[in-house]
């Protein structure tokens, strides 16, 4: 089992940055693609970024490609997402979620736990 608890979400205007975290309980963290997707009211989740479990390989979003940036640290069982140059299209809750499966990492089935979600607001 693993629990993923997501922080660093908040208003910011459009143009500033944002970090958030996603803090991981449970062993092998190193093990587990971690990805974030965002949803927004009315739509689906959608994928934003994902990273290997070394974190050696990385992919994202067109809508987010040279703006964020995904990253984790294995020993502190933690990943990141630092976002840059937010739009107000940007805004949607977040979640980090944590995969041991096969696959590319862009599609929801994929992956087998998820934390509750952190609100990001980018005003114009």
């Known amino acids: 089992q693993m629990q993923l608890v997501e922080s660093g979400g908040g208003l910011v205007q459009a143009g500033g940055s944002l970090r958030l975290s996603c803090a991981a309980s449970g062993r092998n963290f190193g093990n587990y693609r971690m990805g974030w997707f965002r949803r927004v009211p009315g739509k689906e989740r959608e994928f934003v970024a994902a990273v290997s479990g070394s974190g050696g390989s990385t992919d994202y979003a067109d809508s987010v490609k040279g703006r964020f940036t995904i990253s984790r640290d294995n020993a502190k069982n933690t990943g990141f997402l630092q976002m840059n140059s937010l739009k107000p299209e940007d805004t949607a809750v977040y979640y980090c979620?944590?995969?041991?499966?096969?696959?590319?990492?862009?599609?929801?089935?994929?992956?087998?736990?998820w934390g509750q979600g952190t609100q990001v607001t980018v005003s114009s």
């Open positions: 979620a944590a995969s041991r499966g096969y696959g590319s990492g862009r599609y929801l089935y994929e992956y087998a736990y």
